[in-house]
């Protein structure tokens, strides 16, 4: 699938993992539309071809809203890449009690029902463009986790995200195959993404230090890059691809 003069929507777009997939789907060609928190929008940079829209993607009428803005564009959808995010540190069980049930909550809502949400809504739109060679419509690229298969002491909420995440991969390629919609996961490592801008140096070298090859953090416009394959591939659907350099997580 090419992304020239198509419409694209890009969760999580205005910075990070989705920043980068933004700029890169837009330098392809793509007239993209890319949903964050209406404070992040308003911070972000300005690009050719790039609409931002303030959205909550737990919310359904604002990513039904962002879903008509991308089809307003009169290009048709066909991509959508769920990079919307967060994280936060916490055991089932530590020393102030158990787990907070609301911020477990919280980290599933965004994480996975908010990746559910736009890519319902999206599909539904995706569905009725016109078919490409071999019935294509599109293609839904999530992003999962590593956190996901070996999730670390503290991060009880974040694996269980990103772990439905991994598991709604199958089943949601099977529900969509008929309408020629591909779903795709990428479950990134330790990228250098924003979150860790403020990290000390000698703590990103001690990161770096425990994945394989190559030795160092993943950058985010090397996940848009594998975006781009996962779109201009149509062979690919139903998989999670780790993005890792070969990391396997230890429990701390």
Do not use: W
Request: net charge negative; charged share 20%.
């Amino acid at each position: 699938m090419d992304t020239t003069d198509v419409a694209a929507i890009v969760t999580g777009g205005a910075s990070g993992l989705g920043g980068a997939t933004v700029r890169r789907l837009a330098k392809d060609g793509a007239r993209v539309v890319a949903i964050d928190l209406p404070k992040a929008v308003d911070d972000a940079e300005a690009l050719d071809g790039v609409e931002y829209v303030g959205a909550d993607v737990t919310d359904e009428d604002q990513v039904s809203a962002a879903v008509e803005a991308a089809t307003a564009t009169g290009l048709p959808l066909r991509v959508v890449v769920n990079c919307a995010g967060i994280g936060t540190a916490g055991r089932v069980l530590s020393k102030k009690g158990p787990h907070d049930l609301a911020v477990f909550n919280q980290v599933i809502g965004v994480n996975l029902i908010g990746t559910f949400n736009v890519m319902r809504l999206a599909a539904e739109a995706i569905a009725q463009t016109e078919p490409l060679a071999d019935g294509a419509r599109g293609v839904v690229v999530n992003t999962a986790s590593v956190a996901a298969f070996e999730g670390q002491i503290g991060q009880i909420a974040y694996s269980a995200s990103k772990g439905g995440v991994v598991g709604m991969t199958v089943p949601a390629a099977r529900d969509l195959a008929q309408y020629g919609i591909r779903v795709m996961t990428i479950a990134p490592g330790i990228i250098d993404t924003p979150m860790l801008a403020g990290v000390e140096e000698s703590f990103r070298e001690q990161l770096a230090a425990g994945i394989p090859f190559p030795q160092r953090l993943g950058r985010p416009d090397e996940y848009a890059q594998l975006v781009a394959q996962i779109i201009e591939h149509d062979y690919l659907n139903a998989e999670v691809i780790r993005f890792d350099g070969g990391l396997r997580m230890q429990p701390r």
